[in-house]
């Protein structure tokens, strides 16, 4: 008898536990891919990101990457506007600041109570400064754990502006 009860207390605690794979990181990603101007030699790009509005602070995302043809920065959980701040610096030292706004709907992901929350976001409109960037193009508007395709297309000025080929 003793050993049919620890024969079901040890059934009843493999079952109980969960097979739910929560994700190792819960944040998702947006992808940006460059066609024109920033592949030219000596480009570096910097992109920043405001920490707070009231005090003004600035937090480095990507610190002077060298030809830059896509990148994936982090998307903010519940603002429903990220901002960031692209720099392009030539091999000269000159540096041309662009501006962009992505405004989205954020909507929470449930996959377990065992796993952190997290969010998808549709991407609704980008604004943007037109210094070093000719337009942007929302490619994909749905933002998931899934970052191998292209969110965003960025034609830049000064260069080749035909469609990215092969992987976006």
Same mark, same amino acid.
């Given at each position: 008898?003793?050993?049919?009860?620890?024969?079901?207390?040890?059934?009843?605690?493999?079952?109980?536990?969960?097979?739910?794979?929560?994700? /190792?990181?819960?944040?998702?990603?947006?992808?940006?891919?460059?066609?024109?101007?920033?592949?030219?030699?000596?480009?570096? /790009?910097?992109?920043?990101?405001? /920490?707070?509005?009231?005090?003004?602070?600035?937090?480095? /995302?990507?610190?002077?990457?060298?030809?830059?043809?896509?990148?994936?920065?982090?998307?903010?959980?519940?603002?429903?506007?990220?901002?960031?701040?692209?720099? #392009?610096?030539?091999?000269?030292?000159?540096?041309?600041?662009? +501006?962009?706004?992505?405004?989205?709907?954020?909507?929470?992901?449930?996959?377990?109570?065992?796993?952190?929350?997290? #969010?998808?976001?549709?991407?609704?409109?980008?604004?943007?400064?037109?210094?070093?960037?000719?337009?942007?193009?929302?490619?994909?508007? +749905?933002?998931?754990?899934?970052?191998?395709?292209?969110?965003?297309?960025?034609?830049?000025?000064?260069?080749?502006?035909?469609?990215?080929?092969?992987?976006?």
């Amino acid at each position: 008898m003793r050993k049919l009860i620890i024969f079901f207390a040890v059934i009843s605690a493999i079952a109980a536990c969960s097979s739910i794979d929560c994700p /190792l990181n819960n944040k998702v990603y947006a992808k940006y891919k460059f066609v024109g101007g920033s592949a030219q030699e000596g480009t570096t /790009l910097t992109v920043t990101t405001p /920490l707070s509005q009231a005090e003004g602070d600035d937090s480095v /995302l990507i610190n002077k990457m060298e030809y830059a043809d896509s990148i994936s920065l982090p998307m903010s959980y519940t603002r429903t506007e990220d901002s960031f701040f692209f720099s #392009f610096e030539n091999s000269d030292g000159n540096a041309i600041t662009d +501006t962009i706004k992505v405004t989205k709907n954020n909507m929470p992901h449930f996959e377990s109570v065992d796993c952190n929350p997290a #969010f998808f976001h549709t991407i609704t409109n980008v604004t943007y400064t037109k210094h070093a960037i000719d337009s942007i193009k929302i490619n994909k508007n +749905t933002v998931t754990y899934n970052a191998a395709e292209a969110h965003f297309i960025i034609y830049l000025k000064g260069g080749d502006s035909s469609e990215p080929s092969g992987d976006q």
